[in-house]
């Protein structure tokens, strides 16, 4: 099983970004799905999570309003849209899937993540 993020890149302060969430050799709509952030050394912080229907959602206070999580299960794929970005986004993005749902307190903690995708860099310019 294999999670693979991307979409990062180079973008200006205001700009957008789409990340996205593939899975190979299981089907992602079986889990949760979580998206995490590390900037230099800091931390590896809690962005968004969705439930595995994609009705459920949740945010980190320093994005909302500005991403938006979302899925669409018969692409297999969970996406990530940023948009008025800051330089303080500037980050690793990693998603990870969680096969037992936790809870929305839960699904904040990178602990209970079963499986991890690579990381994706994106850098936001002032």
């Known amino acids: 099983v294999q999670l693979q993020a991307s979409g990062g890149g180079l973008v200006q302060a205001g700009g957008s970004l789409r990340l996205s969430c593939g899975m190979s050799g299981r089907t992602l709509s079986d889990y949760a799905v979580g998206w995490f952030r590390q900037a230099p050394g800091k931390d590896r912080d809690f962005v968004a999570a969705i439930s595995r229907s994609g009705r459920g959602r949740s945010y980190a206070d320093s994005v909302k309003g500005r991403f938006t999580i979302f899925r669409t299960n018969a692409k297999n794929t969970v996406y990530l849209e940023m948009n008025s970005l800051k330089p303080e986004d500037t980050a690793v993005y990693y998603c990870?899937?969680?096969?037992?749902?936790?809870?929305?307190?839960?699904?904040?903690?990178?602990?209970?993540?079963?499986?991890w995708g690579q990381g994706t860099l994106v850098t936001v310019s002032s």
């Open positions: 990870a899937a969680d096969t037992t749902w936790r809870g929305w307190d839960g699904v904040r903690r990178d602990s209970v993540y079963d499986y």
